[in-house]
Structures are given as C-alpha cells and as structure tokens.
C-alpha cells in the first residue's frame, strides 16, 4: 500500500464516493460534495492505495496557528469548525482497513511539530477507537430509523407534535401554501432562500453563516449530484415561508440547516416541513434520518435513538505536545477562572 497527499480527490472522486458508501455509517462530509470543497485551510486529501486502486482514505485541512517562527501546524477534520461535519471516520476497505488506519494514523504523527485536534469523529469509528486516549469531549446525535410509510413514522411521534402538524397543515393549504423539492437547476435561489430564513429566524445565534460561502459552494456542487436536497413550503405568493436543507449518504437522510419566517401567519411551518421531508425520505427508500451533532430538545420530537461524537486532540513533537497540554490545563482550569472572576466582579466587590 501507498498512500498519495493531495489537495482534491482529482479523477478519484467516483471511487471515493463507492468506497464512502459500503462504510458501515455513511457520513455524507465524507463525499466528494464536501471534499474538499467545505474546507477552511489547506485540505489534505490522503489516498491509501493497492496498486492503483483506491482502498482507503482519510481527509484534513491543514493550518497553522500562532506567529512567525513561533507558529505551529494544526490538522482539523475537514470542515471543522462553523460548519460542524460530523460522524467522521477513515474509510476502508474491509480486508485493508488495519492498514489504512495505520497508514492515517503514520501522516498524523509524522516527524515535526503539530497539533492534531479532530471534531466530529465518530465515537465507534475506527479513527475514533484509535485515538480514544486522546479524547476531550464527547456530545450526542440522535437519529431515527424510518419505517415503510410515513404514517407509521407519524404514529410513534407525540401527540403534540402531531397536532401541530395537523392543525399548522390544513391552515397552510387554506392559504394556498404549497410544498415542493427543489430542482438541482434551482439551487441558486434556494440556498438564498435558506441563507435570508435562517438569518432571519436565528440571526447572531447561530455561526452557520460565517461560513456560508464556503458552504455554499460546497451545496451547488452536491444539489447537481443528489448528496444535497433542499425542501420549501412556498407561501400564495411565491415567496418561501420555510426551508431545509438535508444530506444524503446511502439510505441515510441527515438534517442539516433550516430557515422560516418569524410571521405569525406561519407558526409550525418548519413542522410541517419537517413532516414531508421525512416522508419523501420514506418514499424515496431511505433507512434513516439523522439528526447529527446536538441534544437540543426539538430533536426529541423526531428521533428515537442516539450516537455518540468525539473530538480528540494530542500534540506531536515537544512544540505540540507542550502547546496541547496548555491548553487541555486552561481547559480544566477555565470554570474555576470564571467562578472566581464572578466573585470579584458581584455586589459588594471592590
């Protein structure tokens, strides 16, 4: 085996995909979509080779962080950061997957000094159960398996839930609401669509948008190729009162960004949304829909099961050993700072 380093797939990119496919959890930031589309750095795409047939991979980005002569490398999963990719892993062929993860593991501890910090791995992954000792945090993602028709998959969600589907639903059609896929050749408008919603509904609480041009070129190139769908309810007058964004990998459907109006008019749209879009996942054969990184209470409503993401970080050579360990020493002391700086600064400090 050899492993090639390279900043794209080049003309690998349809192997890639096969191989990402036949993982046992397909991530979709691990498709040629993303790769290296979404990175924030410099990418580093490694190919693990048989002869000239792709049997492994894994990809980073690469940095570097600090000034000058001081400065140091760090690797990060591809993406990391504002556009969170999650349950990453290496992908392998099974019969060369020990020799992959030791030829990924060889690049990340390769001679010189760097800070290797990986978010979103996927804690059962085999990159994940590598660098176990190395693990610094750990956060949920909940996910539900679909059954054969949406009905039954309606059936098992709350009551309340229900109801508001119900209701928000027959308000829409009253009002000439209706709900519709978006074509590949329409990506433009849509992920404009998505980009003013999600704004307008969340605005500085979410981080999503400082990374929206990279993102964005990352989705128009997965629209044209299916990894990406975007889902709208458009209002009577054709403006869209409701979007989301999903990624599909396999039989998998992942839910990745959503917008809607703020107008009372239409409350519960992004319910109703949410309702179709699982039940064209249905439809179309899919196994699952995801719900990736986070335990905010809303995914309760929709998932029934739950995985496990891990962010490692270690530092190779004394530079990155010494700057991981500052750091993983600030971390444990950071409340402590804070609990004693709200001390100082409450009633009665002088």
């Given at each position: 085996m050899r492993v090639v380093v390279q900043t794209d797939l080049g003309a690998r990119g349809e192997?890639?995909?096969?191989?990402?496919?036949?993982?046992?959890?397909?991530?979709?930031?691990?498709?040629?979509?993303?790769?290296?589309?979404?990175?924030?750095?410099?990418?580093?795409?490694?190919?693990?080779?048989?002869?000239?047939?792709?049997?492994?991979?894994?990809?980073?980005?690469?940095?570097?962080?600090?000034?000058?002569?001081?400065?140091?490398?760090?690797?990060?999963?591809?993406?990391?950061?504002?556009?969170a990719p999650d349950h990453l892993d290496l992908i392998a062929e099974p019969d060369h997957a020990d020799h992959v993860r030791d030829r990924v593991l060889g690049w990340l501890r390769?001679?010189?000094?760097?800070?290797?910090?990986?978010?979103?791995?996927?804690?059962?992954?085999?990159?994940?159960?590598?660098?176990?000792?190395?693990?610094?945090?750990?956060?949920?993602?909940?996910?539900?398996?679909?059954?054969?028709?949406?009905?039954?998959?309606?059936?098992?969600?709350?009551?309340?839930?229900?109801?508001?589907?119900?209701?928000?639903?027959?308000?829409?059609?009253?009002?000439?609401?209706?709900?519709?896929?978006?074509?590949a050749g329409d990506a433009g408008p849509a992920l404009d669509a998505l980009a003013r919603l999600h704004d307008g509904r969340w605005s500085d609480d979410s981080a999503f948008l400082g990374g929206w041009e990279r993102f964005r070129r990352a989705a128009e190139v997965g629209m044209s190729s299916g990894a990406v769908v975007v889902h709208e309810l458009v209002g009577p007058d054709g403006d869209v009162i409701a979007t989301e964004l999903d990624l599909v990998a396999g039989d998998r459907m992942a839910f990745?960004?959503?917008?809607?109006?703020?107008?009372?008019?239409?409350?519960?749209?992004?319910?109703?949304?949410?309702a179709d879009v699982i039940g064209q996942a249905i439809a179309?054969?899919?196994?699952?829909?995801?719900?990736?990184?986070?335990?905010?209470?809303?995914?309760?409503?929709?998932?029934?099961?739950?995985?496990?993401?891990?962010?490692?970080?270690?530092?190779?050579?004394p530079i990155g050993r010494t700057v991981v360990a500052g750091a993983a020493g600030w971390r444990r002391a950071a409340p402590f700072v804070e609990r004693a700086r709200e001390r100082l600064s409450g009633p009665g400090a002088s």
């Open positions: 192997a890639w995909d096969e191989l990402v496919g036949r993982q046992p959890l397909p991530s979709p930031f691990l498709l040629s979509w993303w790769v290296p589309t979404a990175a924030g750095a410099a990418p580093s795409v490694l190919l693990c080779l048989d002869g000239d047939r792709l049997v492994g991979g894994a990809a980073f980005e690469v940095d570097r962080i600090g000034r000058g002569p001081a400065s140091l490398e760090r690797v990060r999963s591809l993406g990391q950061g504002t556009l390769r001679p010189g000094s760097r800070m290797v910090d990986l978010d979103g791995l996927a804690a059962d992954g085999r990159l994940a159960r590598a660098l176990a000792s190395f693990e610094i945090e750990r956060t949920g993602a909940p996910w539900a398996p679909l059954p054969d028709d949406a009905a039954t998959y309606l059936a098992d969600r709350k009551g309340q839930v229900r109801s508001t589907i119900g209701r928000s639903r027959k308000r829409m059609e009253k009002a000439g609401v209706t709900s519709r896929r978006v074509p990745y960004q959503a917008g809607r109006s703020t107008d009372r008019e239409w409350r519960g749209a992004g319910s109703v949304l949410k179309d054969g899919d196994r699952e829909y995801d719900l990736l990184r986070g335990d905010e209470s809303y995914k309760s409503d929709w998932a029934s099961e739950r995985r496990e993401l891990v962010r490692v970080r270690f530092g190779v050579g």
